[in-house]
Every structure is written in structure tokens, then in C-alpha cells.
């Protein structure tokens, strides 16, 4: 995905003239306010080293995530929400600090562009304020409706509870991930989370559907509309009302279907096919999709402005190898369900098995490992799952990845699949620097950061004192 970049401001000579030698990042990166700038497309382009200061984060965590991993989210939403300028405090008692906050939208010739949030601390007690956030916060509480999505990733809880906040509003959602990632699982637990759990939840597939018949599909039609419409057929958005609508595979819908669909979710209504008669509706919508939106915008495949009106609480499904640490808890959630439903009992798993497992990069995802546990319970006759048993293309992993390890990879995961934290690869990176190059400016020229940020870190991760 090709992400805005701060210094495209600087093309923009009726609002930011550059200062001789300085570009907007150089000034940002020396300012004692926290600056934090979200892209157009609502992911993290920017933070300064004050902010990371302010808020006890490393950009290295933050760059190129959804606003809906900063921990200030509620001041930046609301500016993204309404287009405008939004000011408020934040406080932050864990640290003693009480942090003014003014977001306001990038607009370069009339045009959204992202938002720009600034941040200065204030002396506690001098303000009057109203709570915005709060860091103490406890941890979102995840709904029991998404207790069936296994797994305690830290990327799927993050994900789960993006969700389970939006279930609890009627924002529409855009549920983003590959293929077998759980898409349907989370849209129907966000249903299920809501207030409205008790009406219809109604689900479409609009890649399954073709265009002719799709229109009619979703809102129905009179009967006469066309030849074959013998009756009155009711639509999907009808039949929803009230509850949610699931549009699966909506990367795949039409175009001119597309146009029809924003037109709902601007105004909420529309009519049957061969009708007059305008029906409201209120519902909520959750879209998914496998694909990568924004390319197919840049293809002229799908409309940004049906995107911007979808994608208002974005929530995205790690794919398997993302979080092989769930692996363990999936295979033994499947067998559990199929000894429920054939008593078979639930196997033994070898620790070779296992190991495949880890380094297998599963690309039907979660879909491709529940539908191999099933047969593994099936076939296997023993009561232990060993190489032998599992597929050729995923045991042979088995013997070669300890060779594999040593390859010139950036990233390396130990033999169970593990990955080190951000934090572990800046500690080691910030070192290595340091003692490849001997000072702050020439480790900071070969990593491409400030000085400053390398000081920073060096005292953040105890290197120097
Ligand atoms: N976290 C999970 N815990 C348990 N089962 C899961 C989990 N995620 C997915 N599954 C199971 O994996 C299968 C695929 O999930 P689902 O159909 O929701 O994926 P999807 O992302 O919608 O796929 P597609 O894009 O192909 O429609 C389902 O049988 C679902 O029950």
C-alpha cells in the first residue's frame, strides 16, 4: 500500500513554505510538542520523538498502523469523524500529566489528506478540563459474543477489541483480511455484541451473485420489474432491517452496483427494483473483503468514496503465520469440536508435528488448518498425530528448517515459530548501530533516524546511561 508522506506537505506552498535547509519532518523531529500525523487512508505516517516521550511509544510500534492502535484515539477520531478541528485534554495520571490535544484535517486543495494532531504537555492543576482518555483505563473488555474466535494473539486481541467497540456503536464496519482469516466469525460475533443482537443478521455474498441478479438481491423487486419477476421479492437490505447486513467479498462488487450501495449509506434509504416506493433503512453494515481496496481504487476497480463511507472503524484479521502462537490452541479447539460432533476422541499432537506446524506459512489460513485436523481425526487411526500422518508439502518443512534458520532473512524466528517483540529488534538494532559506527550521528546517518531519536533509545533500552 502506497501510504501519503509527510513531505508531500511541502508541496503545498500556500501552506507550508519550507524553511532554507529544513523539510517539515526536520522541524517536527526537534519540536518539544508531541506531533503524531495520520494518512488520508487513517494509518500512523508520523510521530515525533516528543510524542513518543509523551506517551511512552516507539514509532517503530506505531508507523503504519490504524488510528485505532494510538492510545489517543478518541481526540483524533472525533477530527477524522467530523472533518474538522477538535481540541481537548488528555490526561494521564499514571504519569502525572495532563496533555493538551488540538487534531485538525490536512486539506490540500480541498482535499482530505490526513489529520495532523499536536500535543503539549500542561502543568497538572492548571487546566480545567474534561476527560477525553484516560490511560488508566483498563484494557477493552473483549464481549463474550467473540469468546468462539479462538486465539490469544496479541494482533487477533488487538483486532477483537477494535471490533467489540464498534459492535457496540452502529458505525459501519470493513472487516480486511486473507482468505480463512475468520472474516465471517468476527462479523457475525459483532452482530451478536450489539444492541440489536435479537434482530435479523442477513449475509450476502456480492462476489457470488452476478451483477444482473445482485441489484435485486439487495433490495429486492416488484413483482413485473422484469421478465421473471413473477412476485414481489423482498431484499437482503430489507430483510436486514433493523439487525445488520454482512456484505462478504465486497471487493468483488460491480461497479454500477457500487453506485447504488454508497447511495444507501448515504441517505439510508432506497427502493425495490421497478418500484416507487422509497424504504428507510436502519441497519448496520458490515463489510469484508480479501482484497486490497485501495489497489483496486488505483485500478478504477472500486470507488474511494464508497471505501472512505465503508472503512469508518477498519478492523483487520492477522493471517495465520502472523500469529503461529494460536496454532496449539486452534488444533485443539478443532479436535474438541469434532470428538463433540463424531466422538472421536482428540489426539495426541507429535512435537515434530508441531514444529511443521510453526514454520508452514498456511496460506488458506485458519480454514486450511481446521479442515486438516478434521481429517487427521478422521484417518489417523492411532491416538497420536505424528510426520508420517501430515501432508508431504508440510512435513518436509520439518527437515529442512534448521538449515532454513541460517538463511538472510531480516527477521528470524526461533525453531517454534516465535517472533521477538519490536521492542527486542530496536533494542538490537540501536545496539548494533552503535557498535558498528561509535556515535550517536554516524548510527543515526546509517539508520536513517536523528541523532536525538538514537540518544533516545540508547538511554530507553539502558545501552548507555
Ligand atoms: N479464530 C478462530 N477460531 C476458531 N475458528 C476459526 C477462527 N477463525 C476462523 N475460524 C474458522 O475457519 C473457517 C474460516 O473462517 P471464515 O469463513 O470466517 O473466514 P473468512 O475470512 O470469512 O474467509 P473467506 O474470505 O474465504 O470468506 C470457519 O470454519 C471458521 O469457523
Known amino acids: ?63 503504519g498502523k490504524s488510528i485505532f492502535h494510538v492510545p489517543n484515539d478518541d481526540i483524533v477520531l472525533s477530527s477524522i469523524k467530523n472533518t474538522k478541528k477538535i481540541q481537548g485534554f488528555l490526561s494521564l495520571p499514571i504519569y502525572h500529566k495532563k496533555i493538551s490535544a488540538s487534531a485538525s484535517p490536512l486539506m490540500v486543495d480541498n482535499q482530505y489528506n490526513g489529520i495532523i494532531s499536536i500535543y503539549r504537555e500542561e502543568a497538572l492543576g492548571e487546566v480545567d478540563t474534561i476527560e477525553i482518555y484516560s490511560n488508566t483505563q483498563q484494557k477493552q473488555a473483549i464481549d463474550e459474543a467473540f469468546e468462539s474466535i479462538t486465539g490469544k494473539s496479541t494482533l487477533l486481541r488487538e483486532s477483537l477489541e477494535i471490533a467489540s467497540r464498534a459492535a457496540k456503536t452502529l458505525s459501519t464496519v470493513l472487516i480486511i483480511g486473507e ?74 462488487m460491480p461497479l454500477e452496483m457500487q453506485v447504488k450501495l454508497l447511495r444507501v449509506l448515504q441517505e439510508r434509504e432506497f427502493e425495490r427494483v421497478g418500484g416507487n416506493e422509497t424504504i428507510q433503512c436502519n441497519l448496520r453494515i458490515i463489510a469484508a473483503t480479501h482484497r486490497n481496496l485501495e489497489e483496486l481504487i488505483k485500478e478504477g476497480r472500486f470507488r474511494e468514496d464508497l471505501y472512505y463511507r465503508l472503512n469508518v472503524v477498519p478492523v483487520h484479521l492477522p493471517s495465520l503465520k502472523e500469529r503461529k502462537e494460536d496454532i496449539l490452541g486452534l488444533c485443539d479447539g478443532f479436535m474438541k469440536k469434532i470428538e463433540g460432533k463424531t466422538g472421536i476422541p482428540a489426539k495426541t499432537i507429535d512435537q515434530e508435528v508441531i514444529d511443521a506446524f510453526h514454520q508452514y506459512q498456511w496460506p488458506g489460513n485458519i480454514r486450511e488448518l481446521e479442515n486438516l485436523m478434521e481429517r487427521l481425526m478422521v484417518l489417523v487411526e492411532g491416538d497420536t498425530i505424528t510426520l508420517n500422518d501430515i501432508p508431504p508439502f508440510i512435513s518436509h518443512i520439518y527437515g529442512t528448517h534448521f538449515e532454513k534458520r541460517a538463511d538472510h532473512s531480516l527477521i528470524n524466528v526461533d525453531c517454534n515459530g516465535q517472533m521477538a517483540t519490536l521492542e527486542d529488534y530496536e533494542k538490537a538494532i540501536i545496539q548494533k548501530a552503535l557498535d558498528q559506527f561509535g556515535s550517536f550521528n554516524k548510527a543515526a546517518k546509517a539508520l536513517g533516524i536523528t541523532h536525538k531519536t538514537v540518544a533516545f533509545k540508547a538511554r530507553k533500552y539502558n545501552i548507555i546511561d
Not at 500500500?1 to 511541502?10: E, G, I, P, Q
Not at 524553511?19 to 487513517?42: M, V
Open 1 to 63: 500500500m502506497k501510504r501519503a508522506n509527510v513531505t508531500h506537505l511541502n508541496y503545498n506552498k500556500s501552506v507550508s513554505q519550507e524553511i532554507e535547509g529544513f523539510s517539515y519532518r526536520d522541524l517536527f523531529h526537534n519540536l518539544l510538542d508531541g506531533i503524531l500525523i495520520i494518512n488520508s487512508t487513517g494509518r500512523v505516517e508520523y510521530v515525533n520523538p516528543s510524542y513518543e516521550r509523551m506517551f511512552g511509544v516507539s514509532n517503530f510500534a506505531l508507523i
Open 179 to 252: 482468505s480463512g482469516t475468520g472474516k465471517e466469525l468476527v462479523a457475525k460475533a459483532i452482530h451478536e455484541a450489539g444492541q440489536h443482537a435479537h434482530k435479523p443478521y442477513i449475509k450476502i455474498n456480492c462476489g457470488a451473485i452476478p451483477a444482473t441478479l445482485l441489484e435485486s438481491e439487495l433490495f429486492g423487486h416488484e413483482q413485473g420489474a422484469f421478465t421473471g419477476a413473477v412476485k414481489r421479492k423482498i431484499g437482503k437490505f430489507e430483510q436486514a432491517n433493523g439487525g445488520s447486513i454482512f456484505l462478504d467479498e465486497i471487493g468483488d
